[in-house]
């Protein structure tokens, strides 16, 4: 890299280069898969014959904003279901699971989580330590799980055993690795629990949780026999443009018990000003595809930078991707906080403050947050955050463009060399 705008060590700069050239068959394959997935975006909006019209605004009770409804036909073509919600007022990927959630599930239905202990925001939703006020287990859900094996794979004998054994409304999968060293779930992955789960139990409601992977792969969980999808538009969907919101996707009966869930009984989708937001979210998701590529490419560079760098990384540098989170076992909280100080230095918002642990709400531990976002706390603009405990590792995320986030990433081991915490 040649660049005379940041003070980066110079051994760095030459480590970048050699990685650059080592990367260049995984960009090309992410550059394919972006590719694919853009010709999709781009033939869902033709098709749907989106004009200037469905950008304009609603207000008051939002009967009969097109922008709106059309919205909702081209992310469902986008997602490979026969529905969608997608709208401004879901407030986080939390609120857009647990609006699926309750939705869907009745008192004395039970749930079944294959994938192990859930994020750890989805917690307080589910009730699992503790009766939370207004939890689903204050509503007389049942939540159980099957926890992964020791590889972080799913456990398909554990899974098979728990639905011959007892009949479930809802199996839920958690795609991403949240807060651990866990394998995301490709797609591929995904189709096969899918499967074993319709051969025993077909009339079982598979949902997935699919915040971070949204166009990593060409097929998404509703192509593959998932139910019900739902996801966040600050992270992939949204491309970096979309300034909140939320989607869920998936069978029309379900998706409209969500709807009924969002609003009321009886209303459902039929409501909903978008007051003004609907430009902002075509845009999103019309660059989509683009972004979540070099997201991706942002994940690999890291990969690769810090596994020369002598640091344990998952996914490795050369892995198929299922998110586009990477991971960094940076082993103390010295070079962990130092590790997000550097990533916040090359932030385009905020470079100027230095990222502190504190207890986040919906937390158990405290958390560090490097975010320098136009967004507040988009996880597809680059960002890095991590709670404060062993193994003490990085997830970082995002980047609307290679260009800044090999930078970023730059800076934060330049963060780490320069507290004494890197040896180069």
């Not at 699926?100 to 294959?114: I, Q, S, T």
Request: negative net charge; proline residues 4%.
């Amino acid at each position: 890299m040649k660049q005379t705008f940041f003070e980066v060590d110079s051994r760095l700069l030459a480590l970048d280069e050699q990685i650059i050239k080592e990367t260049k068959e995984q960009f090309e394959k992410i550059d394919a898969i972006a590719q694919y997935n853009q010709q999709k975006v781009l033939s869902a909006f033709i098709k749907h014959k989106v004009s200037e019209m469905h950008l304009g605004i609603s207000t008051g009770y939002g009967y009969d904003d097109i922008g709106r409804d059309t919205l909702e036909k081209l992310w469902a073509d986008c997602m490979g279901s026969e529905d969608s919600l997608i709208r401004h007022n879901f407030v986080s990927g939390t609120h857009t699971l647990c609006v699926a959630l309750f939705g869907v599930l009745r008192p004395k239905d039970k749930m079944l989580c294959v994938t192990g202990r859930p994020y750890d925001t989805l917690i307080g939703v589910l009730g699992i330590d503790g009766q939370v006020d207004g939890s689903l287990k204050d509503f007389g859900v049942e939540y159980r799980q099957v926890d992964l094996k020791e590889d972080g794979t799913p456990d398909e004998e554990a899974i098979i055993k728990a639905l011959k054994q007892d009949t479930y409304k809802m199996v839920y999968i958690q795609r991403s690795r949240g807060y651990s060293l866990r394998p995301s779930l490709t797609i591929e992955t995904i189709e096969r629990l899918c499967k074993i789960v319709k051969e025993i139990a077909p009339e079982t409601i598979i949902m997935v949780d699919n915040c971070y992977g949204e166009f990593v792969q060409t097929k998404e969980p509703t192509e593959v026999g998932a139910d019900l999808i739902a996801g966040s538009l600050i992270k992939n969907p949204g491309g970096g443009i979309a300034p909140t919101g939320g989607y869920i996707a998936g069978r029309h009966d379900l998706v409209e018990q969500c709807a009924f869930r969002l609003t009321a009984p009886g209303v459902g989708r039929e409501v909903g000003a978008t007051l003004g937001h609907n430009r902002e979210m075509y845009m999103g998701v019309f660059a989509s595809p683009h972004t979540v590529g070099e997201a991706l490419k942002t994940a690999v560079y890291c990969s690769a930078l810090f596994s020369k760098l002598g640091y344990s990384v998952t996914p490795a540098p050369n892995e198929e991707r299922a998110d586009i989170i990477q991971a960094v076992i940076l082993g103390n909280r010295e070079a962990l906080i130092a590790f997000c100080k550097g990533m916040q230095s090359g932030a385009p918002i905020d470079s100027f403050v230095s990222p502190e642990p504190w207890a986040m709400p919906g937390y158990t531990d405290e958390v560090i947050m490097a975010a320098g976002s136009f967004t507040l706390g988009a996880s597809i603009e680059l960002s890095a955050d991590a709670p404060l405990r062993e193994p003490f590792a990085a997830w970082m995320q995002g980047g609307l463009n290679f260009h800044s986030g090999q930078m970023g990433v730059l800076l934060a081991a330049d963060s780490m060399a320069k507290k004494g915490l890197l040896t180069l």
